[in-house]
């Protein structure tokens, strides 16, 4: 079975600073993994994704995440934070033979000016 | 184009009634979901399809059913709701091709049973 998990509840950072939202995950075979943002009374969008190749993948809003195999970790990161950065993050892994989604908790990111 | 598009967007029942919710899409994907989505338990998975015409069970399908008629459009029906369907539930839909697989997510429907 597949699993995600995002240990930290809240990331609290000042604007300007980087910020890190962490996310580990357990999957058998090659990982398809995802990061959604959510803002208040909205559905979920799609950040970005690591399907195959270079370990740093962009996204949008300025997001990148690292992908690291030996540790299972798909952490997602941005150089300097933005107040309008402040929202529920969800990290996913996709079971491609199932054709569906796993979810982590979600962790909220705060950022004062 | 709309993309994934939720009918309605609020709705209050009461316990034993019943409804139905619409997730209508138009980007032709394949693959179309519902979760619900409770304070404190991220996304949790109800029912799905991989195709018009075809259905399976995610990881908390009990007293919900589902059909997929029409490729663009999955319904999600409550037949005698309760208390703890109270929920915020969205529909999301997905193109299984290798590049792809990104969901599209709905606005949500926000449901209270009393």
């Known amino acids: 079975a597949q699993s995600v998990a995002q240990p930290e509840d809240q990331v609290n950072v000042a604007e300007g600073n980087p910020l890190t939202v962490k996310c580990t995950y357990s999957v058998s075979g090659n990982p398809y993994l995802f990061w959604y943002v959510q803002y208040p009374n909205r559905g979920l969008q799609f950040l970005l994704k690591y399907i195959t190749g270079d370990n740093l993948v962009k996204g949008s809003y300025g997001f990148e995440a690292e992908f690291n195999k030996s540790q299972t970790s798909f952490h997602l990161k941005k150089p300097s934070a933005l107040v309008s950065d402040s929202a529920l993050y969800f990290c996913a892994v996709l079971n491609t033979n199932a054709g569906k989604s796993t979810f982590g908790d979600g962790t909220t990111l705060t950022v004062k000016p | 184009n709309a993309g994934v598009t939720q009918t309605p967007k609020f709705r209050v029942l009461k316990t034993g009634q019943s409804m139905t919710l619409l997730c209508a899409q138009d980007?032709?994907?394949?693959?179309m979901y519902w979760y619900r989505q409770d304070p404190g338990m991220g996304l949790r998975l109800i029912h799905y399809?991989?195709?018009?015409?075809?259905?399976a069970k995610g990881e908390v399908p009990d007293g919900y059913n589902v059909s997929r008629l029409k490729k663009q459009n999955f319904l999600l029906g409550l037949e005698s709701a309760a208390p703890s369907q109270t929920s915020v539930y969205f529909c999301?839909?997905?193109?299984?091709?290798?590049?792809?697989?990104?969901?599209?997510f709905g606005p949500g429907t926000r449901l209270t049973v009393t």
């Open positions: 999301a839909s997905s193109y299984p091709s290798r590049g792809y697989r990104e969901q599209y």
């Open positions: 980007m032709n994907h394949e693959y």
């Open positions: 399809s991989v195709g018009e015409g075809t259905t």
